[in-house]
């Protein structure tokens, strides 16, 4: 007689539940299985949700419920041969990495924070610093187990159900809820990085740096300061790193090791003057004087993917009325000058930014609603203010204009009409969506907001 | 370190996953026992790929007679000689189902005191024979004081306490070690849904300090620590006035 799950999965009821961002707020009915079996659609539309870190509404399900996959989080299965390693897909990539890391395996491609869960990485397609040479997240995913809407399962690999397969990938969950998946883990030699900061004084030098061929490193990045203007417009520093090899590792310290810095944690929101514009310029000029002086150094893989992780609950520096975060991507031809043209009308608009990140994407991945292209992504912070979803406004239409697009996983406002002027493959997703879950049971705030559901 | 094997019965909820996890962290091999071995096996390999130690799963229904002495055997042909025994078997149910419906009385009341006992019994007389090792069972708050919204399962807990207890005395000359565990409430399915609850725990640092107990073999300890002092307070109300709270 151990203990069971119950015979009626316990719903609970929140006045106030979002996403990372904190913005917008609705109520949630939330379930949450403890065992897989758990894990399956209830009643007329409910999502898999994981750790909650899409910024806007993807997770948000108001008219619904929200399965909660925190709790399916075990590690099934590991080949030393392959790497493959096949998890719950509520464990987190922090699980993974404190698994794995000291055994010499890293995520393939990881983003800005190690607190998402797999089914999440898989359903927003996530990117990293290395999109460049790796792809996005489905690219290393082998095979995946997926509870449909109509209840049943379904092991799902590229080979077999490459429909399914590439509408799951970045399909922000609507096809299913993925329950187990198999990700293949990248070898390593050590746990440390070889760093290098350039610094940029304008815009124009940082493009020149990322197209430069001698800044090609396996993970690069752009830091830049939202908040500068004039002719310091989008200054910033680009930030690459490859794995160190075992000579770099510093004396002393063991090749392979992960002991992450214990987390701090922003107990509060802040009040909304701490967004003051000359204190967000503040911050920006120190980080920027910091970053840019430091030239080439070796430091663990913590500070280096995850420099934000180490303050738990960040997200709440941005105050109650919380934060929307803006990132396209716009191909090659046009993308200096869309960037230029966003990063441009915010700073004159004052909408302050900690946070700019600039990067240059690869070649495009096979999901259909995946987010990442050829060309440059920006990724801004922006806190919200009164005004700002009208300006915003204007930037979808520049980034549609130039054949970009928004990112779905940090998406909380973008307009139908301009959402189905950038992603060309929606129709095939619509097929899929259509054939798996006919009757629309699995659905989303973002699903209905973008006609997807 | 590597230390003696464990036997965890009624290794399926989320509470037993994780002291499992912690044991072996510690350097225990573990033997995670319950019904569905099919689920236990993934807990297994979670905890084999998190702590690169073995992790075994071993069948066990408390309802069966024998279960203890049979998994026990089971268990150490494959281990050798059990260091210790975690009972982490027990069934919250519905308090307001199990008044009007006797079968899920006699459940909550079996699942909660009967079958543990039982099963704890032929676990006790192997370890005394043996004249070392320990048991660690998993009690409750509810057991502390009978109250209105869950006297059956807080009975039959009190029951198991109070058996721990006898056990404890008759043990302690053998040299085995008996460690009753009283959490509170726990943030797992059998709490979900019930609102904010007061010292709601987190499984992870229940079943942390859970594994902290036993490595002191410590006789009594409530997780979190300050529920000691709650029901300390709690048991001192009159039951004039007790009976007439709403709890």
Request: charge should be neutral; hydrophobic fraction near 40%.
């Amino acid at each position: 007689m151990s203990p069971i799950e119950p015979a009626r999965a316990k719903t609970a009821e929140v006045e106030r539940f979002s996403g990372w961002g904190n913005h917008p707020v609705v109520p949630a009915k939330l379930q949450r299985p403890e065992r897989r079996k758990g894990l399956r659609p209830v009643g007329a539309s409910s999502l898999a949700r994981g750790q909650g870190r899409s910024y806007g509404d993807a997770a948000l399900n108001s008219l619904g419920t929200l399965v909660l996959t925190e709790r399916l989080d075990r590690l099934l299965g590991f080949d030393p041969k392959t790497g493959d390693l096949t998890a719950e897909a509520g464990a987190t990539l922090e699980d993974l990495i404190e698994a794995l890391l000291p055994l010499g395996w890293f995520l393939p491609v990881t983003p800005g924070t190690r607190f998402c869960s797999l089914g999440g990485c898989l359903a927003a397609d996530v990117h990293g610093k290395n999109h460049h040479v790796a792809g996005s997240f489905s690219a290393h995913v082998r095979s995946f187990e997926l509870v449909r809407a109509d209840g049943g399962t379904a092991w799902v690999t590229p080979q077999e159900d490459p429909g399914l397969f590439w509408a799951t990938a970045g399909g922000m969950g609507l096809t299913g809820m993925v329950s187990t998946l198999t990700l293949r883990m990248k070898k390593v030699e050590t746990s440390w990085m070889s760093v290098t900061h350039s610094p940029a004084r304008s815009l124009d030098e940082l493009f020149d740096l990322l197209d430069d061929p001698v800044h090609d490193a396996e993970y690069s990045v752009a830091w830049i300061d939202g908040m500068a203007s004039g002719s310091s417009l989008g200054r910033g520093v680009l930030m690459s790193g490859e794995h160190a090899a075992p000579d770099q590792v510093p004396s002393g310290r063991a090749a392979l090791d992960w002991s992450p810095e214990r987390t701090k944690s922003l107990p509060f929101s802040l009040p909304s003057w701490a967004l003051h514009p000359l204190a967000v310029r503040l911050g920006n000029s120190v980080y920027h004087w910091a970053q840019g002086r430091r030239g080439r150094f070796v430091c663990p893989i913590e500070p280096f993917f995850y420099p934000l992780d180490s303050i738990q609950h960040w997200n709440r520096m941005y105050g109650k009325r919380g934060f929307l975060q803006y990132q396209f991507v716009a191909p090659p031809e046009t993308a200096r000058a869309t960037v230029r043209t966003v990063v441009q009308s915010l700073a004159d608009g004052g909408y302050g930014s900690f946070l700019g990140v600039l990067k240059k994407f690869g070649p495009q991945g096979e999901g259909l609603l995946s987010f990442p292209m050829p060309g440059l992504t920006l990724a801004l912070d922006v806190p919200m203010r009164h005004g700002i979803e009208a300006v915003l406004d204007r930037m979808d239409a520049v980034v549609a204009d130039a054949g970009g697009r928004v990112y779905l996983a940090k998406d909380a406002r973008l307009a139908r009409a301009a959402f189905e002027r950038m992603y060309p493959r929606l129709e095939e997703f619509r097929q899929v969506r259509e054939a798996c879950d006919p009757s629309s049971r699995l659905g989303s705030d973002l699903a209905r907001r973008l006609g997807l559901a | 370190m590597t230390r003696g094997p464990v036997l965890i019965l009624g290794a399926g909820s989320t509470i037993a996953r994780h002291i499992g996890l912690e044991l072996a962290q510690k350097g225990h091999v573990v033997v995670l026992a319950g019904r569905d071995t099919e689920d236990l096996a993934a807990s297994a390999s979670d905890v084999t790929i998190r702590t690169g130690r073995a992790c075994l799963v071993q069948f066990f229904d408390a309802t069966l007679e024998g279960a203890g002495r049979l998994a026990m055997e089971a268990t150490e042909r494959e281990t050798g000689p059990l260091e210790g025994v975690v009972m982490a078997v027990g069934y919250l149910g519905s308090q307001e189902e199990a008044e009007h419906d006797p079968d899920e009385a006699a459940k909550v009341m079996e699942s909660n005191y009967t079958a543990p006992a039982r099963a704890l019994l032929d676990v006790a007389t192997v370890l005394e024979s043996r004249g070392g090792g320990w048991i660690c069972a998993l009690s409750s708050v509810a057991g502390d004081r009978g109250r209105h919204s869950n006297y059956l399962y807080g009975s039959a807990k009190a029951g198991l306490t109070t058996f721990l207890q006898g056990l404890r005395a008759r043990l302690v000359h053998s040299g085995v070690a008996v460690i009753t565990v009283k959490p509170g409430p726990v943030d797992t399915s059998m709490t979900f849904g019930m609102g904010k609850l007061p010292l709601l725990a987190q499984p992870e640092e229940v079943a942390s300090r859970i594994v902290e107990a036993i490595q002191r073999r410590r006789d009594v300890v409530y997780v979190p620590a300050p529920w000691r002092w709650v029901m300390a307070v709690f048991r001192l109300v009159p039951e004039r006035l007790f009976k007439r709270l709403k709890l």
